[in-house]
């Protein structure tokens, strides 16, 4: 069976992410015609079996450990487990999976590119617990001095160097998206773009960069200013 045309790389990371273990028949066909995903699937994999003999170890008294312990016991959907402790997993460097885009990515870009990718980001709401933003942005490299917005949206996507977090926050300045993207060669420069109503920047951060989308530029820039104030970036 050969997948539909509009079935993409990105919706079979998204689709991988989801729930490892169940694909659609389009990401099946889509699995048998890219290497690539191919490799990214397979990468997805060894994390969930690592994952998976993390909570079959007895738990110790670590913060990872302890969150994993918690949601293990609160959630009933398996594939939250696996993206929450995938991200703590990560954050201590127990496999990565690399996404290697051909060029060097604009990140401002990529960031309204997979905002438009996700609508539902804007009507759903969950991983709203506080206490979760505040441990993913720790493990990104983030200390949360004080809140930024409330959460209303998290999910762990496929970014361009591997996984990241998109992240929506009503803040009081409005509504924003915010993009956890860990890169390996970080330039210290921004990046910005402007398009399908949207703005975005893209900055230098924690494990790599955090981008912020926005309905205007007035939004980005107040937000902007509230992460500055309000996170301390591990160096």
Known sequence: MKPALSYTCLDLRREKLADPKRLSADARAHLAECGACRQFAHGIDTLEQQVAKVLAIPVPDGLADRVLLRVHRNQKRPWRLWALAASVLLSFGIGTVQWQPRTKPDYARFAIEHVMHEPQSFTEHRLTDPSRFRLVLANF?????????????????????????????DTEVGPVTLLLIPGKEISGKAFEAKFAGMTARALPGGQGYYAIVAETPQIVDAVEKLIDARVRWRT
Not at 163 to 169: A, D, E, K, Y
């Open 141 to 169: 490299g983030g200390h949360l001095l004080a809140p930024i917005g409330k959460v209303r949206y998290m999910r762990l996507c496929p970014v361009p160097n591997g996984t990241g977090w998109h992240i929506v926050l």
